[in-house]
């Protein structure tokens, strides 16, 4: 099939070689634009303008749809899909109309729960047991176009996102091949999807980061791993007479009661009820370590109250 890819960040580039590995002909690349980033504030592709270019895929990255000639250019290429994976850009009706069997989606969750920018993150804060890769026919509202294809996945009590993430940007290359190969016999059937169980996924807040010890030991343990690694919840201990923020990249559930925010041992701290334990952390301006690194440095932190 003649496809048009567009997609911007490392999730993305597995279902684009996948598309290109079954043989289709990606006539073009749509991805943002290089911006600079990083402590020297380089201007970088993304890591789907680079593949692309290694795959010698022309690349387009406008920097919005709302000049007519980026239109005009999209609908002269003459695709006959368009496969959107975390792209980055709102598409106007006139684009998502231009491909002839239209522009498939791939989403991050089982729709239509989570439907937004973080459906992972969501699904692993919110303590979620499965959530999908889902291939969505795209349409003018905020992923609520009729889905082609699933793949459940389930979720692992201490999963964190980053783990999430890696399995379901595998699944869902696969799942994209599938749906196109599908599509190209006219053999991709689209249920729409239900009216009832919406929820949706708002993008990140880096506000949400701070771990809120009085909260139940399992909503703490869903927080840490729902924003493992990225952005990473965090909480601060007092080490050499001033405040230090650490951010907890895994943990378990823990025996133990006490007043929220204390250190029970080791890092088991006490939360609202029950206590979790602390495996990996990352001390700010450090490298990430397991617990008993992190105290060998630390010391005894036993009876400490950590915010």
């Given at each position: 099939?003649?496809?048009?890819?567009?997609?911007?960040?490392?999730?993305?580039?597995?279902?684009?070689?996948?598309?290109?590995?079954?043989?289709?002909?990606?006539?073009?690349?749509?991805?943002?634009?290089?911006?600079?980033?990083?402590?020297?504030?380089?201007?970088?592709?993304?890591?789907?303008?680079?593949?692309?270019?290694?795959?010698?895929?022309?690349?387009?990255?406008?920097?919005?749809?709302?000049?007519?000639?980026?239109?005009?250019?999209?609908?002269?290429?003459?695709?006959?899909?368009?496969?959107?994976?975390?792209?980055?850009?709102?598409?106007?009706?006139?684009?998502?109309?231009?491909?002839?069997?239209?522009?498939?989606?791939?989403?991050?969750?089982?729709?239509?729960?989570?439907?937004?920018?973080?459906?992972?993150?969501?699904?692993?804060?919110?303590?979620?047991?499965?959530?999908?890769?889902?291939?969505?026919?795209?349409?003018?509202?905020?992923?609520?176009?009729?889905?082609?294809?699933?793949?459940?996945?389930?979720?692992?009590?201490?999963?964190?996102?980053?783990?999430?993430?890696?399995?379901?940007?595998?699944?869902?290359?696969?799942?994209?091949?599938?749906?196109?190969?599908?599509?190209?016999?006219?053999?991709?059937?689209?249920?729409?999807?239900?009216?009832?169980?919406?929820?949706?996924?708002?993008?990140?807040d880096k506000a949400e980061a701070r771990i809120?010890?009085?909260?139940?030991?399992?909503?703490?343990?869903?927080?840490?791993?729902?924003?493992?690694?990225?952005?990473?919840?965090?909480?601060?201990?007092?080490?050499?007479?001033?405040?230090?923020?650490?951010?907890?990249?895994?943990?378990?559930?823990?025996?133990?009661?006490?007043?929220?925010?204390?250190?029970?041992?080791?890092?088991?701290?006490?939360?609202?009820?029950?206590?979790?334990?602390?495996?990996?952390?990352?001390?700010?301006?450090?490298?990430?370590?397991?617990?008993?690194?992190?105290?060998?440095?630390?010391?005894?932190?036993?009876?400490?109250?950590?915010?």
């Amino acid at each position: 099939m003649r496809v048009i890819f567009m997609g911007t960040p490392e999730f993305a580039v597995p279902t684009l070689t996948e598309i290109v590995m079954r043989g289709h002909d990606v006539i073009a690349c749509y991805t943002r634009a290089p911006r600079p980033a990083g402590r020297g504030q380089d201007v970088r592709k993304s890591p789907v303008h680079i593949a692309a270019e290694e795959f010698g895929i022309p690349v387009f990255t406008p920097k919005n749809f709302r000049d007519p000639a980026d239109v005009a250019t999209f609908a002269a290429l003459g695709a006959e899909v368009a496969v959107v994976v975390a792209y980055g850009l709102l598409l106007p009706p006139a684009v998502l109309a231009a491909p002839e069997k239209g522009c498939l989606n791939l989403h991050g969750s089982l729709l239509p729960r989570w439907r937004g920018a973080a459906p992972i993150h969501r699904a692993v804060m919110a303590g979620d047991a499965r959530t999908a890769a889902t291939v969505m026919q795209m349409e003018e509202g905020l992923d609520t176009g009729p889905v082609g294809l699933v793949e459940e996945i389930p979720i692992g009590p201490d999963m964190t996102t980053g783990e999430l993430h890696d399995e379901m940007m595998r699944r869902g290359a696969d799942l994209i091949g599938r749906a196109l190969s599908a599509l190209d016999r006219d053999a991709l059937d689209f249920t729409p999807q239900p009216d009832t169980g919406v929820t949706y996924a708002q993008k990140i807040d880096k506000a949400e980061a701070r771990i809120d010890f009085s909260r139940p030991a399992q909503e703490v343990h869903n927080h840490i791993r729902g924003l493992s690694p990225f952005p990473g919840a965090w909480f601060e201990v007092e080490l050499g007479g001033k405040p230090v923020r650490v951010k907890a990249l895994r943990s378990v559930l823990a025996e133990g009661e006490g007043a929220p925010g204390t250190v029970l041992a080791g890092l088991t701290i006490a939360c609202g009820n029950g206590a979790v334990r602390l495996t990996q952390v990352q001390r700010e301006g450090k490298g990430a370590m397991d617990a008993e690194a992190f105290l060998r440095g630390a010391g005894d932190l036993a009876g400490q109250t950590v915010r």
